[in-house]
């Protein structure tokens, strides 16, 4: 069974079906058989008649010069449709409707009889057309037949004008009743379509209030939900809080149980609570004896620390061979011999042996020249293949005696290009490995000043860096307009009844770890005085000195300590050339090399003096041995690192360094005291 339709739809749908009538061409019934006959046909009718008027005479040109009316049969047809093409685009689809409704119904009109004409005496006999037929032809000298013929012919054509008159008044009239039908329909139409409007209006805000009611359905399913589960989760809440209740309960009647099991308990606890007093007193005696214990402990541990520093010696000297740089030739084998420690290989060796060939016996006596070995005796050598933990490795325990409170002086002793500054600061690129004395030493430093910080140790630190070139003391820290110049900086004491020695116009900087320290380092780095000389590329022309005064407090034992570390980087020594011709760049290098020959053999005489425990030390002879005079003396340790190169070439300046170490190494210092207060 089809769904019912609106009515609304129904009379659009049956608007629509009849909206393609208009496009049909209108066929409108039309009284005779010639009515239906168009243009064409009709002027076949007259074909015969215009040939017959081309065979007449002068006379017959004449008669049919005059205008003819237009075939009477096209008139009312062509008329009609123009009318109702007029009428439809006029009115639109409603009055195509109504008009092709009209034309549909109309009944065809009769045809009025056409009377035959009379034929008078004395005309041709040519009989004129009977249905519609073309009558025979008359000949071309029958003139007045041919006009007879025509005068019927026209009377004719009145008669059919007229009808089609009548035709033409009655398709009017039609044609008013279809615009008046078209017209009503237009206004039915119009009151449709706000009908339409209207239900579809209505149509939207029932489907946007069926939304709404949806949405809120939702919304009310949802919480309906929502209050369920919550429900649910209160009776089951419920039900476990009286389960808790009940082991409450039970439990409140063990706690009473128990309660009265305490109260008989607690006198008995008292009493012991008393005895538990005593023995707290008792732990808080022993814990206070106990630190007294490791107070001692570590008195005791400083003080076996420096005796063993001690029994190395308070000067010792450790010599360090570089290896052979790329780019540099291979020693010949047996040049530099290290013989094994006095345990064996497996000790590291303390000796050191140099083979070198006497030129002048050999030219002398026409043989080969002999070898001359030179056996020299250390603390510690260190061959070409050791690394710089392992360098630091032998001088931790001499940077904790700094700690203590005892003054240390490391010195890095030889000539140009033989490796002091690599040991003593390292390669600038930043790998752990290649970090020299200096960076390590002060991350050992605050590493055991965080540790002994547990004790009840309290560290502070101030870093300095100058360098001495010649004989002019220069502040590396300095920045500014004072960077790199000379001759403001002094050496004096710090106070008028002070041992301590301080430069004036010199940066004192406070640190706190290693870092600072780097940074540091790398601007001193920066500012250090360098040149070119014939056996380095970039050598330095200048003893650089770090100094970091260790200051250490312990409050709650009125302790004090304090002592510098000082790490020192030693020019160059160079013998001098006196047969090279001098320019003015070498007459600088000239007077950069006397400055630093004078002050290391200052360096050598204050040694020697204290050695030999002289009245007078020559610490003024320079600014060197001037500057470091309260770490060289008294109660200093002092360690000297001579560097040497593994190049035969040379082996007379290795020979020198090597002569110099020996001295300081046969030299032995007093016992020290720590720096307490």
């Known amino acids: 069974m089809e769904p019912q339709r609106p009515p609304l739809l129904e009379v659009k749908g049956n608007i629509e079906l009849k909206t393609p009538l208009i496009k049909a061409p209108s066929r409108l019934p039309l009284p005779g058989s010639r009515l239906k006959r168009g243009p064409d046909q009709m002027e076949d009718a007259l074909e015969p ?4 008027t081309r065979g007449l005479g002068a006379a017959a040109k004449i008669a049919t010069s005059r205008p003819r009316a237009p075939p009477p049969t096209t008139v009312p047809q062509t008329q009609g449709q123009t009318t109702a093409q007029k009428v439809s685009r006029k009115t639109g689809p409603r009055c195509s409707i109504a008009t092709a409704t009209v034309l549909k119904n ?40 041919q006009l007879c013929d025509l005068t019927a012919e026209l009377k004719r054509y009145r008669e059919r004008t007229q009808t089609l008159n009548l035709e033409n008044q009655q398709l009017q009239d039609q044609l008013r009743d279809a615009q008046q039908q078209a017209k009503t329909l237009g206004i039915e139409r119009g009151t449709l379509e706000e009908e339409l409007t209207r239900v579809r209006a209505q149509a939207e805000q029932g489907q946007h209030e069926l939304k709404n009611l949806s949405a809120h359905v939702l919304e009310l399913e949802e919480r309906l939900g929502t209050q369920e589960g919550l429900v649910q989760k209160l009776q089951k809440e419920q039900l476990e809080l009286q389960e808790e209740r009940r082991g409450l309960t039970s439990r409140l009647e063990k706690q009473e149980k128990r309660l009265q099991a305490s109260e008989a308990a ?12 005593q023995e707290t007193a008792a732990q808080a005696s022993l814990l206070t004896e106990r630190e007294e214990r490791l107070h001692g402990l570590e008195m005791e541990r400083r003080r076996l620390h420096n005796q063993l520093q001690e029994l190395k010696g308070n000067i010792r000297v450790f010599c360090r061979v570089r290896p052979v740089l790329p780019g540099e030739p291979t020693p010949p084998p047996g040049l530099l011999l290290f013989p094994p420690g006095p345990g064996g290989p497996s000790d590291p060796p303390t000796h050191l042996s140099l083979s070198r060939s006497d030129e002048r016996r050999g030219t002398l006596s026409g043989a080969p020249p ?8 250390f603390d510690r050598v260190f061959p070409p293949g050791s ?21 240390v002086c490391i010195f890095a002793y030889g000539q140009t290009g033989s490796g002091k500054t690599f040991t003593m600061e390292g390669e600038p690129g930043g790998d752990p490995q290649l970090e020299g004395l200096i960076p390590r030493a002060m991350r050992h430093i605050f590493s055991v000043a965080q540790e002994l910080s547990g004790q009840g140790w309290n560290y502070s630190f101030v870093a300095s860096y100058v360098e001495i070139y010649n004989e002019t003391v220069r502040d590396l820290l300095a920045t500014g307009p004072r960077k790199g110049q000379g001759g403001d900086c002094e050496i004096h004491r710090a106070g008028p009844g002070s041992k301590e020695l301080t430069v004036t116009n010199a940066r004192y900087v406070p640190v706190t770890c290693e870092k600072e320290v780097e940074a540091l380092l790398h601007l001193a780095r920066q500012n250090r005085a360098v040149a070119r000389t014939i056996h380095n590329e970039r050598s330095s022309r200048s003893h650089s000195v770090f100094q970091l005064q260790i200051s250490g407090e312990h409050s709650s034992r009125g302790l004090q300590c304090g002592a510098p570390l000082s790490l020192v980087d030693l020019a160059g020594s160079e013998r001098l050339d006196p047969s090279l011709a001098l320019g003015p760049g070498e007459r600088e290098r000239l007077r950069e090399t006397q400055a630093i020959n004078s002050s290391l053999s200052t360096l050598g005489l204050v040694i020697m003096a204290l050695s030999n425990k002289e009245s007078h030390v020559p610490y003024r002879n320079s600014k060197l041995t001037y500057l470091l005079q309260n770490s060289l003396g008294g109660s200093a340790k002092m360690l000297m690192f001579v560097n040497i190169s593994p190049l035969e070439e040379n082996i007379s300046e290795s020979l020198n360094s090597l002569r110099f170490a020996s001295k300081v190494n046969q030299c032995v210092i007093g016992t020290a005291q720590a720096n307490k207060k």
């Not at 008649?49 to 017959?52: C, N, P, Q, S, V």
């Not at 002999?370 to 005796?377: K, L």
């Open 49 to 52: 008649e215009k040939k017959r």
């Open 387 to 407: 690394k710089q933990d392992e360098v630091f490795e032998e001088i931790a325990m001499l940077v904790q005696s700094a700690l203590d409170g005892f003054p």
């Open 370 to 377: 002999p070898t001359t070995r030179h056996d020299f005796s």
């Open 106 to 145: 109309q009944k065809p009109v009769p045809a009025v009889p056409v009377q035959k004409p009379v034929q008078k005496p004395g005309t041709s006999t040519v009989p004129p057309m009977v249905g519609g037929k073309k009558p025979g032809k008359r000949p071309a000298w029958d003139l007045k037949g």
């Open 266 to 277: 607690l006198l008995s606890s008292q009493a012991k609570v008393e005895s538990l007093q």
